[in-house]
């Protein structure tokens, strides 16, 4: 066994820690002492309080903006009009339709349904109540139909003028004037039913003044046609006007309704140019089982206006309801239609004509709602634009899986006639039904240089070619107005149109 043996131990030396420099001592001297005397104290006569700025992250909302200043505009507009009647009915709806406005956002260009619709002109305007007028019946000649002579209501700037109506020729089973003569049964049952959240159908409810009502009772044929007159009087202060209408056929009931929007300057001069208005119009129409309703709207305002209309309709079963729609006037229109098929056997027919020229806008919106089987809808909507005016179509279908066996159709065609025209289309189907036939399609086309070269080698001079060419584009539109009369003074229109 070897011995332990430690192990050998060697000195290590470390280095020596750092001693830092001592610092240098300087001699100072004392500063001298100077006496100071307090200044007294003087407070700003005008405290200054900083202006408090918005947070970078705060909502937008946060800021109030031109279009939701007009919005409480117009909605205080609407509040102060009086009733022509003390009704519960009309002031609940009045109540609600206020509610619905102000929890509703002011359209805009960022909302989908309004993204090609620009209303930044309408919000510029501020617009004043609507003022009752006096005007003289032999300024309503060009708007009268001698069809409807015995048989029409005359609404001044929303207001209903029994002096100038005229519904003699009316069979008996059909009631017609404006709400303070209406049933009550009819305001409590139908009057504000469809309560699908709107901004300016909401605006409308809340200054439910006045309106015509048409009530057609069960089995009853009326072959007189009824003329429903809506006249503004142009003048210098911007006003604004909500007309309202109510129209009801019962079971078995069949009538032909026009409804008609116009415009005479004060005094029954010539029109101004820069004069503006607001219409904000909203129609409702219900059919019973079995009903049919010949509904034909035309739309000339005067160019300066704003017309913005909606129009409601709901359909019981083996109903038929046909739309015959012409928009020619105003700077910027547009029409909100929405169609419910509320029953089996249901046919709905829409058929619209849009011709503007200048920077008007003219805008068809329309929504389809089949929701039972056996549903027919057949839409045709034209378009023709010129000089630097502005179409807009956007047509939904909505086929769900309860409407089996569904025929429905829609067509939107454009026709262009200057190169700075411009048309936004946008036809939708939206099908969860499986046994259903269903189509629709959109064109944008301009006049054919061929058609022209051959209608000139026939003789016609270049803008009679034009012409003829857009007559017949219109026609087709044109023929299903069932009134002669109309028909020829529309087609008058366009013909004029054509040629300018």
């Known amino acids: 066994m070897k011995k332990f043996s430690p192990p050998e131990m060697k000195e290590v030396s470390f280095p020596t820690p750092h ?15 100077y006496p100071t005397t307090p200044l007294p104290h003087t407070p700003h006569p005008t405290p200054y309080t900083p202006t408090p700025k918005p947070h970078p992250l705060l909502p937008m909302t946060a800021i109030i903006t031109k ?89 001044v700037n929303g207001i209903y003028q029994p002096e100038l109506s005229d519904i003699s020729a009316l069979p008996p089973g059909v009631s017609v004037g404006n709400l303070a003569n209406a049933q009550k049964d009819v305001l409590v049952n139908y009057l504000g039913k469809e309560k699908t959240p709107e901004f300016f159908t909401a605006l409308n409810q809340a200054g439910l003044s006045d309106g015509a009502v048409i009530h057609v009772t069960a089995n009853t044929v009326v072959t007189t046609p009824i003329h429903l007159l809506f006249i ?30 116009g415009a005479l300057a004060e005094h029954c001069s010539d029109l101004p140019v820069n004069y503006s208005y607001f219409t904000n119009a909203v129609t409702e129409i219900y059919l019973e089982a079995n009903a049919e309703v010949i509904h034909t709207r035309v739309q000339r305002e005067s160019g300066d206006g704003f017309h913005i209309g909606r129009t409601i309709i709901e359909q019981a079963h083996d109903s038929r309801y046909t739309l015959n729609e012409i928009n020619l006037g105003a700077k910027l229109c547009r029409h909100n239609l929405d169609v419910l098929q509320k029953g089996e056997q249901t046919e709905t027919n829409l058929h619209g004509l849009a011709m503007i020229t200048g920077q008007q806008t003219a805008d068809t919106h329309s929504a389809i ?87 000139q080698s026939r003789g016609l001079s270049a803008d009679t070619a034009r012409s003829l060419l857009i007559d017949a584009f219109s026609a087709e539109i044109l023929a299903k107005i069932p009134l002669e009369s109309l028909r020829q003074r529309l087609g008058q229109c366009v013909a004029c149109r054509s040629v300018e």
């Open 232 to 261: 503004t009087v142009v003048e210098e202060i911007p006003r604004f006007y909500q007309p309202h209408s109510l129209i009801v056929a019962e079971t078995g009931a069949s009538v032909n309704i026009i409804e008609n929007y």
């Open 67 to 155: 279009p939701e200043q007009s919005g409480e505009l117009l909605l205080k507009l609407s509040r102060e009009t009086v009733p022509t009647i003390d009704n519960g009915k009309i002031l609940e709806l009045r109540e609600s339709g206020a509610s619905k406005a102000q929890e509703l956002a002011i359209p805009g260009r960022k909302d989908e349904e309004w993204q090609f619709t620009d209303l930044s002109q309408l919000w510029a305007i501020d617009f004043r109540a609507p003022q009752t007028v006096t005007i003289d019946k032999n300024a309503l000649a060009v708007f009268l139909l001698p069809e409807a002579k015995n048989s029409h209501l005359v609404f």
């Open 369 to 455: 709602y089949l929701n039972h089987p056996h549903g027919i809808t057949k839409q045709l909507h034209k378009c023709i634009v010129d000089g630097s005016a502005h179409a807009i179509f956007n047509g939904k279908v909505f086929v769900p899986k309860p409407a089996q066996l569904t025929n429905a159709s829609q067509l939107n065609r454009n026709l262009l006639i200057s190169n700075k025209a411009r048309v936004n289309t946008k036809p939708e189907l939206q099908i969860t039904a499986d046994n259903v036939k269903c189509s629709h399609g959109a064109t944008v086309s301009q006049l054919e240089a061929d058609d022209l070269f051959y209608l």
């Open 19 to 33: 001693t830092p420099h001592p610092t240098p001592h300087y001699p100072t001297t004392p500063l001298p002492h």
